[in-house]
């Protein structure tokens, strides 16, 4: 028993270089899947790591404010085609362009699109009983 902890004991330098190829396994994972799903035209690297400009976030917040979504129910967001895209935590996804809500067919949210919950009152329950 005491011959096999003595062989899996690595020192520091065996750690490092043990962490050092573990690293560069990973870099080059990475860069494999970045490059099979850009051929497939899914994401490349660099929209992977596209920051939003203060442009970009103004037209997000227009897209909130006009759909009547709260910063608190944005799952995610972001410029697709200089429109906002919005995804909600009720799950809706909605496009957004400046100038949108002008136009007739324009509908906000519901709360339940925009939050995933029903603001309804519970019903009474059937024959006396609680949930």
Known sequence: MGKDKEEKTLTVDDKDRVIAELRAELEELKKAMFDREAKGAVIDQATAELELTEADMKLIEAGCNAYGIGEDNVLKAR?????????????????????????????????????????????????????
Not at 93 to 107: A, I, L, Q
Request: aromatic letters at 4%; glycine letters at 12%; hydrophobic letters at 30%.
């Open 79 to 131: 410029i697709e085609d200089g429109a906002a895209v919005i995804i909600t935590n009720g799950g809706s996804r909605v496009k957004y362009r400046r100038g949108d809500e002008k136009n007739e067919k324009f509908v906000k949210l519901t709360q339940i699109q925009v939050t995933g919950v029903n603001p309804a009152p519970r019903r009474k329950a059937i024959l006396g009983k609680k949930d």
